[in-house]
C-alpha cells in the first residue's frame, strides 16, 4: 500500500528542528506494522497538497499546533479536500489536528477543553471495536496533547473511544478513523515535548503529564489497527 501523509505540523521552532517531522513519525508508525508500505508526505501547511489523492490507497492527516478555526487558507483546501475524500469514500485517519479537521470539514463542532490542556499519557476507553481494531486493549493508552476538542460528532459518525467524558474517536463508514491524540509519538518524544511544554500548559498539568509517563501508550497495537483499518478499506 501506499499513503499519503498530509502534515499540518506549523512548529518550526528550535525543539521541532531538533526532532523527526511527523512525515517521518507516521511513516515509522505505520511500518511497524507494514514494513512494506510506502508513504509520500506533502506540507499542506505551507499549501503542497497531492495533485490527485485517488493516486494513494488512503492518507492520514497529522497533528498541529494550529487550530482548525483559524480560518487559514490551507486549513480551508484541507477541508475541501476531506469533503471530496469522503464523498468517495476515500480512506482517511486523522490524528489530533487531523481528528478535529474531519470533524469539521463533515459537519461536526470543535469547543475548547473545558479542563484546559489534556497533556502526556491519556487512557481512552473503548466503545466500540470494528473488526479491524480487534488488537486494541479495552482500555487505550495514547499520549496526547491538546486545547480543543470534537464536541459534537459529524452526522453518520460513530464514536469509538471517549477520555474523561470527552470523544478521543470515531469511525465514519468503512473509511473514516480518527483518533484524538497521538499514536505516532514516542515516549522519548513526549516527555521532551511536555518539559518543552511547560509554561503553556501550566505547572498542574505538567506535574500531572509527567506522572502520567510512567507508562507507555499502546502504540504498537495502535499501529497493527491502524494498518488493519487501512486494508479493510481498501476491500471492494
Known sequence: MHLAIL????????FAQRHPKDGEKFTDLILMARPEWRTTAFSVKDGEFPQDLSAFDGAMITGSPA???????????????????HARQFPLFGACFGHQAIALALGGTLDHNPGGW?????????????????????????????????????????????????????????HIF??????????????????EMQETIGSGAHA??????????????????????FEQAARP
Request: hydrophobic fraction near 40%; proline fraction near 6%.
Open 7 to 14: 502534515m499540518t505540523n506549523t512548529d518550526e521552532s528550535e
Open 67 to 85: 487550530s482548525v478555526r483559524s480560518g487559514a487558507p490551507w486549513i480551508a483546501q484541507l477541508l475541501d479536500l476531506i469533503r471530496n475524500a
Open 118 to 174: 489534556v497533556h502526556g499519557l491519556t487512557r481512552n476507553r473503548l466503545l466500540a471495536r470494528p473488526e479491524w481494531a480487534a488488537a486494541l486493549p479495552d482500555e487505550m493508552k495514547l499520549y496526547g496533547s491538546h486545547c480543543e476538542y470534537v464536541s459534537i460528532l459529524p452526522p453518520g459518525a460513530a464514536p469509538l473511544a471517549e477520555s474523561n467524558g470527552m470523544n478521543s474517536g470515531c469511525t465514519l463508514g468503512r
Open 178 to 195: 480518527t483518533t484524538q491524540h497521538h499514536p505516532e509519538m514516542s515516549h522519548g518524544f513526549i516527555a521532551a515535548l511536555t518539559e
Open 208 to 229: 500531572r503529564a509527567m506522572a502520567s509517563l510512567a507508562e507507555h501508550s499502546d502504540q504498537q497495537a495502535f499501529a497493527e489497527s491502524l494498518a488493519r483499518f
